[in-house]
């Protein structure tokens, strides 16, 4: 079975300030691992997403994330945070069957101007 | 393009009613679907997934269910809704080991 974990359920980042939200996935198999964005009332929408091809891999919005098999790792960045940036924010795992798709729990950011 | 209408948008049912959500994808064929629920500070909880009609898989034990009579339409429903069932729900589709895509969510509220 897979699943995520993310580390810290609200981050707050000045403006201009590293953004790092970290995502853990636990699977038995090599996963697919996402990144979703959501704003307030809305959908999620997808910032990037890993499918066993490079190991870093870059999204929208400015975004990045590295896939790291040695710690189970998908860590999402982003250089400077801009206010537009604050919103929920989900790492998802899916095997290689593409059927079952699970979210972590979510990371609230904040950026403060 | 592929599209996904969920609605309605927001619902306000007392204890004890029905309930009934619908989602329809648009422009594929065959797709994975998918109901979540997002309560606050829980994240998104994989309620039922589909990989066809008539298929039905069920994540969590509750008081909801879900049904695929067509290829792209997909509906959660409840007999009795309970306080507990209060929560942004979700539909997303898949068309396979990619990325899924959401609808805008339903804001259900019981009173």
Redesign the interface.
């Known amino acids: 079975a897979q699943s995520v974990t993310?580390l810290g359920?609200h981050v707050s980042v000045s403006e201009g300030a590293l953004v790092l939200l970290r995502c853990n996935y636990s699977s038995s198999v090599p996963p697919?691992l996402?990144w979703?964005v959501q704003y307030p009332?809305?959908?999620?929408?997808?910032l990037l997403?890993y499918?066993s091809a490079a190991t870093l891999v870059k999204g929208i919005n400015g975004f990045e994330a590295e896939f790291k098999k040695s710690e189970t790792s998908f860590h999402l960045t982003k250089p400077s945070a801009h206010m537009s940036d604050a919103a929920e924010y989900?790492c998802?795992v899916?095997d290689?069957?593409?059927?079952?798709?699970?979210?972590?729990?979510?990371t609230s950011l904040t950026v403060i101007p | 393009s592929q599209t996904i209408h969920?609605w309605p948008a927001t619902l306000v049912q007392p204890v004890g009613s029905p309930l009934s959500l619908e989602c329809t994808v648009e422009g594929t064929s065959n797709p994975?679907l998918?109901w979540?629920r997002q309560a606050a500070?829980?994240?998104?909880q994989?309620l039922f997934?589909s990989?066809g009609i008539g298929q039905i898989?069920s994540e969590v034990p509750q008081n909801l269910s879900a049904s695929r009579p067509q290829d792209r339409q997909f509906i959660l429903s409840s007999k009795k809704l309970l306080l507990s069932d209060s929560g942004?729900y979700?539909c997303?589709w898949?068309g396979?080991?990619?990325?899924?895509?959401?609808?805008?969510?339903t804001?259900l509220t019981v009173v």
């Open positions: 993310q359920s697919y996402f979703y009332n809305q959908g999620l929408q997808l997403k499918t989900f998802a899916s290689y069957t593409g059927n079952q798709f699970y979210f972590g729990t979510g | 969920q994975n998918y979540y500070g829980r994240g998104l994989l997934y990989v898989s942004f979700l997303a898949k396979g080991v990619g990325e899924a895509f959401f609808g805008q969510g804001r």
